[in-house]
């Protein structure tokens, strides 16, 4: 059952341990419903781990998650069927054309005729003309490209992004910038999205939230963040500012 | 040469390191000490039943020499281990191949391997020398155990010719394995995905060892029925071979099936060395070599064309590029 | 739910159609399919002249107790005896072939985070997967055994009897179970193996126990006897070794029992085993399966070569 209507994410003490390494520590963390969210932290501090777990792959070894209000662990058919999800490096079946691709994924999600779906979201991300091609031949920017298209095609409400700028040129980047706010703006998607790039965050995110070592350091909204930090010249100090805290 | 004794080195400690070939080799091992232990126990059982008769007539006062002395010929003890070498031993040559090559390619440690100073082809001559040291070891162990039982449970002793026979049947099964080594590692050389190359091998020890001989056999007239139709109709050897030259062209047909397998070949020359077929017990081994001079061209001929693939695989840098 | 395994299940025949290595072994073992009939009529016709041959050999010698045609008996579906080792060598081979793909495929191309970010279970997904193999596996053998009856009533001029045809559906029917236990062992090795070699020389090493390492114990017969369809079951050698082997080993020999069950269901033989060996066999291993992909770890799913 739905717990709130005002958080589409929540996480209460997320902890996951493999052994003796701790990769989330203790994780609170609130997503507000229409929020661009820009989580911050440096190579391993536990982005993607926090993906997996409310994306429901991975099973937190202490804590709770809920999306849509739906906790992750025992309502998880019923996140997935409100979430999507472009993993880093986003991979494809390579022997299928870009059209069978997204036919398969679309009826995973339970869209029984999913051509006119396809059609539409291929449309909405201006990417006609290639259904027929296969993966293979595609650049990382086109995958990219289908890669959010196979994360949209059900109508999510929560869209999670893992480093989706990842390899991408700086033309790819500022496509997919644009898409993500006209996703946003005109489907009304919440948007989480795992990176390191600073310059995008500050183009892009509404709140930003800063992990580090599995814990999250600091969270507030964007103009909050540059009226708190002033002093500093760029977001990518005041990231060093607050890391360094 | 240093080099290649480097690499070789390396091959072999690689390999008695991984799981898969140590399985493959107990499997071998366990086969080939059961089948070897009946045999023995089965020849031990005749050599008791023979000297019990012959006590049994002195005692009546007879001489023990109006029985004729059965032939023992305890290298035809070998017959099931040759078999399981011609199935499992192929599969070790697959095996060995694939993890030559795929250990390097998989882990893109090729790379490092050609940036060092070597010659041409001292990577190829490395691993061909590490593994065919592996493959003869395994052949040598196999060879003393299977003699170790055959004396120890069969009470079995091997004459000098018998022991030099057994010699030239470990040099074909060397070049019997080593053509599947040569043969797989080109085509996991060749192959942009590793798993697809190791399917292919399969497929054709499949076809080789199991599929050609198969047909081969079961085209046999004579197999057709459980114990042989010719002795269901009380017919003896020389008259099974006079009606069965009337069938020249059908037999041709089944010999020609057969031809094209070297597990064939193979089998026919370890089978006329250890006298297994019984037309060549107790002949020369210059004789039998002699006679089946063709298997020899045969065995070497495939093993020497694999061998010569692999090297020309190896001439250039290109096979780099082949990596999934 | 019933929606989204119909997808797995089309979308693995889709693909398996795609693989060449795939193409090639169904081409091997259809082409033995018909050609074991052509071998049966070829042999059969010979063995008929050998036997006429036999008889005027034998009245020439003056031999009056001529023994019967030991063939005349031969029931019609006896010339596709080499289908049965056929299965047993290539059918089983290739399946493990179609299981090992079917998963590796997703573990290979990294989509299983896209996948089970959708709404379908980790065991409606493996579901799929075993419904698509067994759908691909059920069409092999509905094609061997179109090949198989239209190439007795051509070659053999032989309309099958109902008894007959179902005997033959009853032995395609074996084979289909024999082959889904190598298809799932594939599958589930694909699953839970870290390296796509691993995963297909796992399987492969079991169907080495089970096809050579088994029968050897429990009979001690010759590999190539194993081979050879005519060949009856002999008794093991009395020794304690192969009573005790034969008593603890026999009842899991699964590859003796498909052979024995395929033979007296083609040529008519009583030495008959039951299936419900083979059908523990497929159980336990569609189970493990289950478990398998339980345990699988979808974020490191991805698989090296």
């Known amino acids: 059952m739905p717990k709130s209507d005002k958080f589409v994410i929540e996480a209460h003490s997320l902890t996951k341990k493999y052994k003796d390494f701790t990769a989330l520590s203790d994780l609170n963390l609130e997503v507000e419903k229409g929020e661009i969210f820009g989580f911050l932290g440096h190579n391993g501090a536990g982005k993607t781990t926090t993906v997996n777990i409310l994306t429901t792959l991975l099973e937190p070894t202490s804590g709770n998650a809920s999306v849509c209000g739906f906790d992750t662990q025992k309502d998880s058919l019923e996140v997935r069927k409100r979430i999507g999800y472009l993993p880093e490096n986003v991979k494809f079946y390579e022997d299928l054309t870009a059209f069978e691709n997204l036919e398969f994924f679309a009826k995973l999600s339970g869209i029984r005729e999913p051509k006119d779906k396809i059609e539409e979201v291929l449309d909405f991300l201006d990417f006609k003309g290639f259904e027929n091609k296969k993966l293979g031949e595609f650049s990382k920017g086109m995958r990219q490209r289908i890669g959010i298209a196979q994360a949209i095609i059900h109508d999510p409400e929560v869209l999670f992004l893992d480093e989706p700028t990842s390899g991408l040129d700086p033309m790819g980047i500022k496509n997919l910038r644009e898409v993500i706010i006209e996703l946003n703006k005109k489907k009304g998607i919440t948007i989480f999205m795992n990176t390191h790039l600073l310059s995008e965050v500050a183009k892009t995110c509404t709140t930003i939230g800063v992990l580090n070592h599995g814990k999250l350091i600091y969270k507030d909204s964007l103009p909050n963040t540059l009226k708190k930090f002033k002093d500093e010249v760029s977001l990518e100090e005041i990231y060093l500012n607050i890391e360094s805290k | ?324 | 739910m019933f929606f989204t395994i119909a997808t797995v299940s089309k979308s693995e025949i889709r693909s398996l159609i795609r693989q060449k290595t795939f193409v090639l072994m169904l081409a091997v073992f259809l082409f033995m399919a018909s050609f074991s009939a052509y071998i049966g009529w070829s042999t059969k016709n010979t063995i008929r002249s050998v036997y006429a041959q036999t008889v005027k050999e034998m009245t020439a010698q003056g031999i009056k107790e001529i023994p019967n045609n030991p063939f005349l008996s031969t029931p019609p579906l006896s010339i596709l005896k080499n289908m049965v080792v056929y299965v047993f060598l290539i059918g089983s081979l290739m399946a493990i072939i179609i299981g090992h793909s079917s998963f590796i495929r997703e573990r290979r191309a990294g989509v299983s985070k896209i996948i089970f970010s959708k709404s379908i279970g980790k065991w409606e997904f493996v579901l799929g997967k075993m419904g698509g193999i067994f759908l691909a596996l059920m069409l092999i053998n509905v094609i061997s055994f179109a090949l198989s009856f239209f190439s007795i009533t051509i070659i053999f001029s032989h309309f099958l009897s109902i008894s007959e045809a179902f005997n033959l559906l009853a032995f395609y029917g074996t084979s289909l179970v024999y082959m889904l236990f190598f298809a799932y062992l594939g599958l589930f090795f694909a699953i839970v193996s870290k390296s796509e070699s691993l995963a297909l020389l796992a399987p492969v090493m079991f169907w080495i126990f089970i096809s050579f390492v088994m029968p050897q114990l429990t009979s001690a017969l010759d590999p190539t006897a194993l081979l050879n369809p005519t060949s009856i079951q002999t008794p093991a050698p009395q020794n304690n070794f192969f009573q005790i082997a034969q008593s603890i080993i026999h009842p899991f020999s699964v590859s003796e029992s498909y052979k024995s069950i395929g033979r007296s269901l083609l040529q008519g033989d009583s030495s008959s085993y039951p299936l419900f060996p083979l059908v523990v066999y497929l159980i336990v291993v569609a189970g493990s399966c289950f478990y398998g992909v339980k345990q699988f770890n979808i974020c490191e799913a991805e698989i090296d070569q």
């Not at chain 2, 991984?18 to 232990?37: D, E, G, M, Q």
């Not at chain 2, 039982?149 to 010699?167: D, F, T």
């Not at chain 2, 190359?197 to 499949?206: C, D, K, R, T």
């Not at chain 2, 017919?235 to 031809?259: D, G, H, L, S």
């Open chain 2, 1 to 324: 040469m240093q080099k290649i004794i480097t690499i070789a080195g390396k091959e072999y400690q690689d390999s008695t390191r991984n799981k898969l070939f140590l399985i493959l080799l107990a499997f071998l091992f366990v086969l080939t000490v059961t089948s070897i232990a009946v045999a023995s126990s089965d020849f031990q059982s005749k050599v008791v039943e023979y000297n019990k008769s012959v006590q049994i007539l002195s005692s009546l006062g007879k001489s023990g020499e109006t029985i004729s002395a059965p032939q023992f010929f305890p290298l035809k003890m070998l017959r099931g281990v040759m078999d399981y070498l011609e199935i499992i031993g192929a599969i070790i040559g697959i095996i060995l191949g694939y993890l030559s090559i795929a250990k390097e390619k998989g882990k893109n440690t090729l790379q490092l391997l050609l940036s060092r100073p070597l010659g041409k082809f001292d990577i190829a001559s490395g691993k061909f020398l590490g593994n065919s040291l592996l493959v003869l070891s395994v052949l040598a162990i196999e060879a003393f155990t299977t003699y170790f039982i055959m004396w120890s449970v069969g009470g079995a002793q091997l004459s000098l010719v018998e022991i030099a026979k057994l010699g030239f049947v470990l040099l074909a099964s060397y070049f019997y394995v080593m053509f599947f080594f040569c043969f797989t590692s080109v085509l996991v050389l060749k192959f942009r995905s590793l798993p697809n190359a190791l399917i292919v091998s399969f497929v054709v020890w499949l076809i080789f060892v199991l599929i050609i001989p198969q047909i081969g056999d079961t085209m046999d007239p004579d197999n057709q029925i459980p114990g042989g139709f010719f002795k269901s109709m009380s017919i003896a050897k020389p008259q099974e071979k006079e009606i069965m030259a009337r069938f020249k062209t059908y037999e041709t047909v089944r010999n020609a099936v057969e031809e094209s397998s070297v597990t064939k070949h193979y089998e026919r020359l370890s089978f006329a060395l250890l006298g297994i077929k019984d037309e060549y017990n107790g002949k020369s081994v210059g004789y039998v070599l002699k006679d089946r001079w063709n298997d020899w061209v045969w065995v070497a001929a495939f093993f020497g064309i694999a061998l010569f693939l692999e090297y020309f695989a190896f001439r250039k840098r290109s096979f780099l590029n082949k990596t999934d």
